[in-house]
């Protein structure tokens, strides 16, 4: 068996503090058959105090590397670049580059983490500027959507990029030949969008990637693509008024079912179906979202993840170095450039 792969953890990141992210680390462990090997980033205090409530020591599957300070939620990215190198989130991403680690997992600051991932492992060949992506679910299964957040202001040949990336990630983790790519627009026909878009759609159109075209923000939950392409701040919009929404229709659901003891009756025997939809769409089978286009992996956990939403993004990190997501884009990014030189 080949040895197993090595996560870099930032135990000090995220809302709910080390005990959660060890919890979530011995449930990777199990769940993982011996193939995965944490190494808990962070304060020694914290660190021991959480492994002694766990009644756990440092081994081969769960190892600590102590650090002297934290990326607050507060700190500014070059704050967290210029005056915490000893900081949780710094030193699990140090031990990324220094093939210490196959991939960062982390809760923190989004704009620290990203800049510093960007600082310490660089970008890609090929590649202008990381972005962030994850799975949403859909009518269909679920699909990849990107950027969310690390890019405001994009152009045609980033969200090009983009979708390479999204389409590798794609055929990785999800074993598609040919994943579908839509560009996230106001409108399906050719004529919309502004003119970074319409540039995107066209650079799509000339590739051999599986373009099919411009998407709306309600029909990408159709399953009309696997890959939904955007800049980080239409991305991250859409993305937090999923989430709203999703909340809002939890609460009215609860409201209703509680009014009077008719309708709590008609709960309790809707309880069967009400307990499915809730984990279909339970935001904690989805937490871990991958920073693509880096010389190396880093996995962005939701701040405020409990013990099953932060197992999850360990999860999707272990997947990541296991489908060698970094040099499969590298690859084929590389293989589309040359075949667009070559048609010019």
Request: charged letters at 25%.
């Amino acid at each position: 068996m080949s040895r197993p792969y090595r996560i870099a953890v930032d135990a000090m990141s995220g809302d709910n503090g080390p005990e959660v992210v060890l919890e979530a680390a011995l449930g990777a462990v199990r769940a993982s058959d011996g193939r995965l090997e944490l190494i808990l980033v962070g304060d020694q205090a914290a660190l021991d105090r959480a492994m002694a409530a766990h009644g756990v020591g440092s081994g081969d599957a769960i190892r600590v590397r102590y650090t002297t300070q934290v990326v607050a939620m507060d700190d500014s990215p070059s704050q967290a670049m210029r005056n915490k190198r000893d900081s949780s989130m710094r030193v699990s991403i140090d031990l990324v580059k220094q093939g210490e680690a196959d991939v960062s997992v982390s809760a923190g600051n989004t704009g620290a983490l990203m800049a510093t991932a960007r600082y310490v492992l660089k970008t890609l060949p090929g590649i202008d500027r990381p972005a962030i992506c994850t799975t949403i679910p859909s009518e269909v299964e679920r699909f990849h959507m990107l950027d969310l957040g690390a890019n405001v202001d994009c152009s045609a040949e980033h969200l090009f990029q983009f979708a390479v990336m999204g389409s590798v990630l794609s055929e990785s983790v999800d074993g598609l030949a040919t994943p579908r790519i839509g560009l996230l627009n106001l409108g399906e026909e050719e004529i919309k969008g502004n003119d970074q878009v319409r540039e995107a759609a066209s650079l799509l159109q000339q590739s051999p990637l599986n373009y099919t075209g411009y998407v709306e923000g309600d029909s990408m939950y159709k399953g009309g693509a696997d890959v939904v392409v955007c800049d980080g701040f239409t991305g991250n919009v859409a993305l937090k008024a999923s989430e709203g929404v999703a909340a809002l229709i939890s609460r009215f659901m609860r409201e209703e079912f509680g009014r009077n003891p008719a309708t709590k009756l008609a709960g309790l025997c809707a309880l069967p179906v009400l307990r499915s939809l809730r984990r279909r769409l339970d935001p904690r089978r989805y937490n871990g979202a991958s920073l693509l286009g880096l010389r190396g992996l880093v996995v962005k956990s939701h701040g405020g993840a409990d013990a099953v939403a932060f197992q999850n993004a360990i999860e999707v990190a272990n997947l990541a170095a296991r489908q060698g997501i970094s040099q499969r884009i590298e690859r084929r990014l590389g293989e589309l450039l040359t075949a667009r030189g070559e048609s010019e």
